[in-house]
């Protein structure tokens, strides 16, 4: 009954920066994590970040660790990822997730509602 709608990619060179958005509508769940994952061609999804309703509890993947920063607008039903210092091998579909519990997670089968993606190319 959710709906996650991402926006924001594009094409940059390396060292730039991106911001993607991901709107949740429909039906939503109170007080629960979102998170955001990529898929490279010919790879598994991976986890990017997640954060709690609270913004309280964030989890980042180590090759993200102080380039890119998760934040949410719960007003909005709203999560970005401000992403800095973009590295080719950040090239990928990235996708917003949403699941039923407010904890942080790491695995594409904790969530429930995932978004259709959008791309972002990082060219060297």
């Known amino acids: 009954q959710v709906q996650l709608v991402e926006s924001g990619g594009g094409l940059v060179q390396a060292g730039g920066s991106l911001r993607l958005s991901c709107a949740a509508s429909?039906?939503?769940?109170?007080?629960?994590?979102m998170a955001w994952f990529r898929q490279a061609p010919g790879k598994e999804r991976e986890f990017v970040a997640a954060?709690?309703?609270?913004?309280?509890?964030?989890y980042s993947a180590d090759s993200v660790k102080g380039r890119f920063t998760i934040s949410r607008d719960n007003a909005k039903n709203t999560v970005y990822l401000q992403m800095n210092s973009l590295k080719p091998e950040d090239t990928a579909v990235y996708y917003c997730?949403?699941?039923?519990?407010?904890?942080?997670?790491?695995?594409?089968?904790?969530?429930?509602?995932w978004g259709q993606g959008t791309q972002v190319t990082v060219s060297s």
């Open positions: 429909g039906r939503t769940f109170s007080r629960n994590a």
């Open positions: 997730a949403t699941r039923a519990s407010n904890q942080v997670g790491s695995q594409t089968y904790e969530y429930d509602y």
């Open positions: 954060i709690d309703w609270s913004r309280i509890s964030t």
